[in-house]
């Protein structure tokens, strides 16, 4: 256990590089006959280090000329019942605690990764696939994630001249500006790793509820932009309100839609 330990680099490391893999088989190799059950603590040892276990199912499938057959069948066997204690038990305190900060998030994106991996590896089980199905129910829960008027109660005092975006004053509130893309790209990045899973994703319809309340922004925007007066503070405001919501609408869809609004908000100020 302690050589293994010191063959790995400290911090989050993805999977064994080279010099690992070769450590850990020769330990595997140096385990007593009648103390195989040893090798145990070395598969949970790896799960609890590397970010990425499953890799090593696939390392221990490919070592045949240095461990027997019925080694590698068995060691692989209990690496895949540790990731899938590992895994539940991750998903069930998520489930369980607190939902409503940074961290939950945070904790909810490794967890997604690690399933990404796991199904990537063909290591993937019923037991992980509902634990993928938990993990996406409780990011599904967290108010913070469902919109945009959401955000607005979560931080009213911080947002409120920024909600509506339009009335935005403009470059003192870049740090809101930076938390509000920061909960729209939470929503993009979280639901394109649920959709990886091939589990039903809640961010899904949070993502279409987003799209939908920007959309009715840039309409109400357009509308104002053409009675905006020709004072240059008017000017500002309005400009810096429309760069800011032309940025969520180039999150939500894309570099080209929100080149075009820019186009034509500078037109209508323009004019």
Do not use: F, W
């Not at 598969?43 to 090593?56: F, H």
């Not at 939950?104 to 590896?121: K, P």
């Not at 001249?161 to 979280?190: C, F, K, M, W």
Request: charged share 30%; net charge neutral; aromatic share 2%.
């Amino acid at each position: 256990m302690v050589s293994l330990s010191r063959g790995i680099p400290e911090g989050r490391v993805d999977t064994l590089d080279d010099s690992g893999r070769k450590l850990l088989v020769k330990l595997l190799r140096g385990l007593p006959h009648d103390r195989t059950g040893h090798a145990r603590y070395l598969m949970a040892l790896l799960t609890r280090r590397l970010e990425n276990p499953a890799s090593v199912i696939q390392m221990l499938a490919k070592e045949d000329r240095n461990l027997p057959g019925a080694t590698r069948h068995n060691l692989i066997r209990v690496l895949r019942g540790e990731i899938e204690s590992s895994i539940g038990a991750s998903a069930a305190a998520l489930m369980t605690g607190e939902t409503e900060t940074v961290d939950c998030v945070r904790r909810a994106e490794r967890l997604l990764d690690r399933l990404g991996q796991i199904r990537a590896s063909g290591a993937a089980t019923p037991r992980t696939d509902k634990a993928a199905c938990d993990v996406a129910d409780t990011l599904g829960g967290i108010e913070r994630l469902i919109s945009v008027e959401a955000l607005q109660q979560d931080r009213q005092e911080q947002i409120q001249q920024l909600l509506p975006v339009e009335l935005s004053a403009g470059l003192e509130h870049a740090e809101t500006y930076r938390e509000l893309e920061s909960e729209i790209d939470n929503v993009i990045r979280l639901g394109d790793r649920i959709d990886k899973l091939g589990v039903d994703n809640p961010l899904r319809h949070r993502r279409e509820r987003l799209r939908r309340d920007i959309d009715g922004r840039r309409t109400e925007m357009m509308r104002r932009l053409a009675d905006t007066s020709a004072d240059p503070a008017a000017q500002a405001r309005a400009r810096a309100g429309l760069y800011g919501l032309v940025r969520m609408v180039e999150m939500l869809d894309g570099p080209k839609a929100a080149e075009n609004m820019r186009r034509d908000g500078d037109r209508l100020l323009a004019g």
